[in-house]
T-cell receptor, first 110, second 115 residues
């Protein structure tokens, strides 16, 4: 079945550092891809999405590009803030099922 | 527009008891999905309801059940609770029927503790 793999966390960065969280997927067909963020004590919030190859999703300074050739959807941000500390989930929708990755915890230190 | 609401937010139950959790989707959303989130297993899909019918089901025992009402509100029931059922239960609603982008909007979750 479909699956999503994310880099192991936790990831600890200093404020203003560059962030990359790797995400790769396995799916038949052409899934839609998503990044969700979960702040402490809250549910998941949609961060960004891409629905077809080469699409770039972006929001709040975060970006991710749908790379069909490498089946990847890596999350990037040029300069992280302490307020970005959260758990980030990569996910796909294959037209029938929604599949989440295990999540990557990000801690940003001042 | 109000977001997804879940009640109660916190719940403590004893082994062997049963529990019912409630979810109200965003107005106009007809699809409601339920997930269990634990530190060890991550986010696991329980089931999805659309127009009062269960459309998809994850790999959970029959003790976990759900239903959806005509106003799209959904309830999830867990019978004969076990310690391992302690988790954050998340509900998500969606407008899309299927295909294309399927954005899910999550509620804050219900934290269930089984003692």
């Amino acid at each position: 079945g479909d699956s999503v793999t994310q880099m192991e966390g936790p990831v600890t960065l200093s404020e203003e550092a560059f962030l990359t969280i790797n995400c790769t997927y396995t799916a038949t067909g052409y899934p839609s891809l998503f990044w969700y963020v979960q702040y402490p004590g809250e549910g998941l919030q949609l961060l960004l999405k891409a629905t077809k190859a080469d699409d770039k999703g972006s929001n709040k300074g975060f970006e991710a590009t749908y790379r069909k050739e490498t089946t990847s959807f890596h999350l990037e941000k040029g300069s992280v803030q302490v307020s970005d500390s959260a758990v980030y989930f990569c996910a796909l929708w294959d037209g029938q099922n929604f599949v989440f990755g295990p999540g990557t915890r990000l801690s940003v230190l001042p | 527009k109000a977001g997804v609401t879940q009640t109660p937010r916190y719940l403590i139950k004893t082994r062997g008891q049963q529990v019912t959790l409630s979810c109200s989707p965003i107005s106009g959303h007809r699809s409601v999905s339920w997930y269990q989130q634990t530190p060890g297993q991550g986010l696991q899909f329980l089931f999805e309801y659309f127009s009062e019918t269960q459309r998809n089901k994850g790999n959970f025992p029959g003790r976990f059940s759900g239903r959806q009402f005509s106003n799209s509100r959904s309830e999830m029931n867990v019978s004969t609770l076990e310690l391992g059922d302690s988790a954050l239960y998340l509900c998500a609603s969606s407008l899309s029927v299927g295909g294309g982008s399927y954005e899910q909007y999550f509620g804050p979750g219900t934290r269930l503790t089984v003692t």
